[in-house]
């Protein structure tokens, strides 16, 4: 839900975290946006790779096959997708991290 949120942002850009010129940016800045997502949203801070995490795990918990979140990631080894994947149980924190991008 959040990925589709921010894909809504970048005006139909391929990438989902761009700047208004439609842009790709780099780390520090997205991860100063997400700083302030996470203040305004009242949870503890996320990095770009606590996103990255999040995504993997999401589609994950959501039935997506392995393999498949494997070429999503640009993962070679299916044991390194895996190594990723944390059980998403926290509605609480997906809750709150929506309502802050909205």
């Known amino acids: 839900m959040a990925l589709n949120i921010l894909k809504g942002l970048s005006n139909g850009c391929e990438y989902v975290v761009t700047n208004n010129a439609g842009n790709t940016i780099d780390t520090s800045k997205y991860n100063s946006w997400i700083k302030r997502y996470c203040d305004k949203a009242g949870i503890r801070e996320h990095s770009s790779h606590d996103s990255r995490r999040y995504a993997i795990s999401a589609l994950l918990d959501s039935g997506v096959p392995l393999e498949t979140v494997k070429t999503f990631a640009g993962h070679l080894e299916t044991s390194t997708t895996a190594s990723y994947f944390r059980r998403i149980q926290d509605n609480k924190f997906n ?8």
């Open 95 to 102: 809750e709150a991290f929506i309502n802050a991008l909205n």
